[in-house]
Nanobody, 119 residues
C-alpha cells in the first residue's frame, strides 16, 4: 500500500526558510511526477511544485518560482521542498503528492503538514 509521510512543517517568520520532506513507500515512483500542493481552509488545493527523478525535470507554480526548490531523491521515494524567502501568503497545509496527473490531481496524497508564516 502506498504511503506518503510528510515532515518539516512549522512556524517561521516572513523572509525565513523552511524545508519539507516527504517519504514515499509501497510503490515505485522513479518515473512518476512527485511533488507538493498546498491548501488554505476555504480555498481550493493549489499546485506548488513537482519533479521526476528519472528525467530530472522540475516545475513550479509562478507564485513560488525563484523561491522554492524541489528535489527528488532515492529513485523518487524522497521529495524535498526547500522554501526560501517565505511570505505570509505561503501559509497553508502542504500536501505531498505521488503520481501527479494534472495541476489538480494525483493518485496518492500525504496527510499534510502545516506551514505558518508570521509577520
Amino acid at each position: 500500500q502506498v504511503r506518503l509521510v510528510e515532515s518539516g512543517g512549522g512556524l517561521v517568520q516572513a523572509g525565513e526558510s523552511l524545508s519539507l520532506s516527504c517519504a514515499a513507500s509501497g510503490g515505485t515512483f522513479s518515473s512518476d511526477f512527485m511533488g507538493w500542493f498546498r491548501q488554505v481552509p476555504g480555498k481550493e488545493r493549489e499546485y506548488v511544485a513537482s519533479g521526476r527523478w528519472s528525467s530530472g525535470e522540475t516545475f513550479y507554480a509562478e507564485s513560488v518560482k525563484g523561491r522554492f526548490t524541489i528535489s527528488i531523491d532515492n529513485a523518487g521515494n524522497t521529495v524535498i521542498l526547500r522554501m526560501n524567502s517565505l511570505k505570509l501568503e505561503d501559509t497553508a497545509i502542504y500536501y505531498c503528492a505521488a503520481r501527479i496527473r494534472t495541476d489538480k490531481f494525483a493518485d496518492y496524497w500525504g496527510q499534510g503538514t502545516q506551514v505558518t508564516v508570521s509577520s
